[in-house]
């Protein structure tokens, strides 16, 4: 039960941290990706775990894959089918349907690298945190 709360609290720091990050990016964010990058912050951080710690330039690939994947299929849902136009790549070279496009799928390559190390010291803390009530 701990695990799966802290879990949920990673989620909710990694759906806050990504709509920081998209509002500087272009200046706006919707509540969705608020819920999409808490899972995405949330899957990545597990990989680690499920796979035993593997090289870093494997989570980032598995990030990237997960964040792409998960765009196309909330971009569908949000924008295609409930029509409420969050996002629209369709302007950008390499798109698929709008939803996604190879240059945005490279910056998740290398945003990985930070949701990994990010996920990881939040770990680190909350065993700490953890520890230090121990006492």
Same mark, same amino acid.
Request: no cysteine.
């Given at each position: 039960m701990k695990k799966l709360l802290l879990h949920i609290v990673l989620a909710v720091i990694g759906g806050v $941290?990504? %709509?920081?990050? /998209? !509002? +500087?990016?272009r200046g706006y964010t919707h509540w969705s990706m608020g819920v999409l990058g808490g899972v995405c912050f949330a899957l990545i951080g597990l990989l680690? /775990?499920?796979q035993d @710690? =593997? =090289? %870093?330039?494997?989570q980032m690939l598995e990030g990237a894959a997960i964040v792409t994947v998960l765009e196309l299929l909330v971009g569908l849902v949000v924008n295609?089918? +409930?029509?409420?136009? $969050?996002?629209?790549?369709?302007d950008m070279p390499l798109n698929l349907w709008g939803q996604v496009c190879l240059?945005?799928? $490279?910056a998740w390559f290398f945003l990985s690298a930070?949701? $990994?190390w990010l /996920?990881?010291? +939040? @770990?680190? +803390?909350?065993?700490?945190? !953890? @520890?230090?009530?121990g006492r």
């Open positions: $941290v990504y %709509m920081g990050i /998209e !509002t +500087l990016w680690d /775990e499920w @710690h =593997p =090289p %870093m330039w494997l295609r089918w +409930l029509g409420w136009n $969050v996002w629209d790549y369709s240059q945005f799928a $490279v930070a949701a $990994v /996920e990881n010291a +939040l @770990h680190r +803390l909350a065993a700490w945190l !953890t @520890h230090r009530r």
